[in-house]
């Protein structure tokens, strides 16, 4: 990076002592920051219009005077503030809700200009909580009089802090711009340029702080967006070609085992999880580590095909890994995994942070020396002490709930082991090409033969008397049910029901029944008793929080009540509905809720619609948008400052085939072209680089 472009801002003009501090607190430290502190928004001031000449419905801005001012309590939690500007045309008023200080930003005699949606209210134009900005104080004049950024022109509006207005911001990025922008350097070879239609970077930096008309603006929003999808996809690609580069052990994928395996399984695999099988099966014997995604909708049988590859590594004499997120999860895997595996030698133990002390020491000496084949557990697994033979094959399920730096400790157990992660929550195709770009990826989307569609029913909380009278009709025909609420315990800050509170309530109310209470806060043994209990039949109807979300197996409860489901999201939602539809009975989710919002109502909509799981994580991304992940964070997406996976997946799509043609050696660059490519992800990413590829 050019010197100058590491220059502090306290030496640009405009910024001074007491503005560094504020600009600090937008992550402004640099000249090279401010160039990169792109606006949220952009508003048309070359065509300010009178007010007698808006339309209402459409967005507008107007110029005015401030001429009244007052703030108006409703009731005793509720206030409007109403700031009444006019120009030599008509009036206009701004409106703020609950927002009673906007009366203090206003004067009276300011000249202000607003921006937003105009309305009718009473046969007067209104803007509710509209962009605002004062021009001139009705007291004195702000600054300088020189208006030639913030008026007659395409205006930038940025997210700033208190005690710093757009105009003075304006002024320091205006400044930084017309002074700084000739060290810019274009870094993106000519190739790409050409072949994807994008401007040079020095045009895409003025354009996008200071269009000239908004097809430049869009050319420029174009260019930087690429460029953040690019370096992301490039960091992935290098990491991809490393792992390629590295040496993964060959597997037997015809040995006794895998054979004996194969003949005491007591069904068939589906069509996909035969073609999921065949793509692991090559990675293992390619002769360079396996890293793949397993996605599969709940039920559809990923633990079954994560069995078969633990079985080709005991062919191979390797030991396999499996590390879930519960210790519920933990010990049903342990239960499936001995099941499946009767009268196979191939030793399985279970390691958990409870384990006592004596048989922890044991199964540690047995891994040591290789004597266990498939091992099971939780974060225990990532323990100092834990140490293996000769580690070939990690398995992670829910990998979403596990950090980035517990995922590497692990694969660090051996040499370059195979990886194959797993969930169950389904991945949209944008999500997956940004989380997931170095990782293969293999899809289950088919449910094991015999299973029904289960069927989702959205009742309001009035009708919980008709639930009761449908559930005690199930409970007659031996059927096992589910009712699951947000909180343990009754709080006073949220008005909801809570588990212990229906506990109580579930059991007067199916007095010749067994009702039993699991959450969090349980010991784990207490848990556990429980978990096996209710496998058993000897518990009716399960009272739980979200600890049931993932995993929980149970053939016989065919029902799920969710009450105040609202309150989740629609991954969780999805998740809880799986924990149904596990046998050949016909089974029921029953959705109990009073959205007050309309993302709180299209979420429960689409439960009721659809139980395919891509269409809802589709959906889920639409509604909450994309989040962080970089580092060591173990959710969301990285944080891009002007493009989003949802709106831009063309632009994701062609970064991608940019990043991995230069690393593929499709696209010919010179060194120094690549030099400066990858000097530009090691300042982007940091120490964050070596992790992309575990993500």
Known sequence: ?????????????????????????????????????????????????????????????????????????????????????????????????????????????????????????????????????????????????DDIINVNRIVPIYPLTENITQKQFRKIIKFTIDNYLKYIEEYMPDVILKKYSLVDFKNAIYNIHYPESFELLQKAQERLKFDEFFFLQLAYAINKNKIKDKKGEIFNTTGIYIKQFMESLPF???????????????????????????QGDVGSGKTIVAIYAAVLAKDSNKQTAIMVPTEILAVQHFNNIKNYLKGIDVN??????????????????????????????????????????????????????????????????????????????????????TVYGDTDVSIIDELPPGRKPIKTILFSDDKIFEIYSFIEQKL???????AVYPLVEESEKIDLKSAIKMHK??????????????????????????????????????????????????????????????????SQLHQLRGRVGRGKTQSYCILVGDPKTEDGFKRLEIMVRT?????????????????????????????????????DRKILELSKEAAFSIVEKKCDLNHIQKIKLYDIIKMKYKDKFNLLNIS
Not at 529 to 547: G, Y
Not at 614 to 643: N, V, W, Y
């Open 505 to 570: 309530e579930w059991s007067e109310r199916f007095k010749g029944y067994n009702v039993a209470l699991i959450h969090g806060q349980m010991l784990k043994q207490e848990r556990e008793q429980i978990m096996q209990e209710f496998k058993q039949k000897k518990i009716h109807i399960l009272v739980a929080t979200t600890v049931i979300e993932v995993g929980i197996d149970v053939p016989d409860a065919s029902v799920i009540v969710i009450e105040h489901a609202e309150r989740f999201g629609l």
């Open 348 to 433: 399985v133990e279970l390691l958990l942070g409870g384990t006592q002390k004596r048989l922890r020491e044991k199964i540690l000496a047995n891994l040591k020396e290789g004597n266990i084949d498939i091992i099971i557990g939780t974060h225990s697994l990532i323990q100092e002490d834990v140490k293996f033979k000769n580690l070939g094959l990690v398995i992670i399920d829910e990998q979403h709930r596990f950090g980035v730096l517990q995922r590497a400790e692990l694969i660090k157990k051996g040499e370059n082991p195979h990886c194959l992660i797993m969930t169950a929550t389904p991945i949209p195709r944008t999500l997956s090409l």
């Open 268 to 294: 068939e695999f589906t069509n996909a999880q035969k073609r999921v099988i065949e793509e692991i099966k090559n990675d293992l014997i390619s002769g360079k580590p396996m890293n793949r995604l397993l």
């Open 1 to 145: 990076m050019n010197i100058n472009l590491n220059k502090e801002i306290q030496y640009l003009k405009g910024v001074g002592p007491n503005r560094v501090k504020l600009l600090n607190k937008l992550g402004i430290f640099s000249v090279y920051d401010l160039i990169y502190y792109f606006p949220r928004d952009w508003v048309d001031r070359s065509n300010i219009k009178p007010i007698n000449k808006v339309k209402i419905g459409e967005k507008e801005t107007v110029k005015g005077k401030v001429i009244s001012k007052e703030t108006r309590k409703i009731r005793y939690n509720f206030s409007i503030t109403n700031i009444l500007i006019r120009d030599e045309k008509g009036y206009i008023s701004g409106v703020w809700y609950n927002q009673p200080y906007m009366e203090k930003i206003f004067k009276m005699g300011d000249e202000v200009i607003f921006h937003g949606k105009v309305e009718l209210y009473r046969g007067n134009f209104q803007m509710n909580t509209p962009e605002y900005e004062i021009i001139k104080s009705g007291e004195k004049q702000i600054e300088d009089n």
């Open 476 to 482: 007659k025909e031996n059927i096992q049910v589910y």
């Open 611 to 647: 139980q395919n799981g891509f269409e809802i994580a589709e959906e889920d991304l639409s509604i909450r948008g994309p989040g962080e992940f970089m580092g060591t964070k173990q959710h969301g997406l990285p944080e891009f400052k002007i493009a989003n996976i949802i709106r």
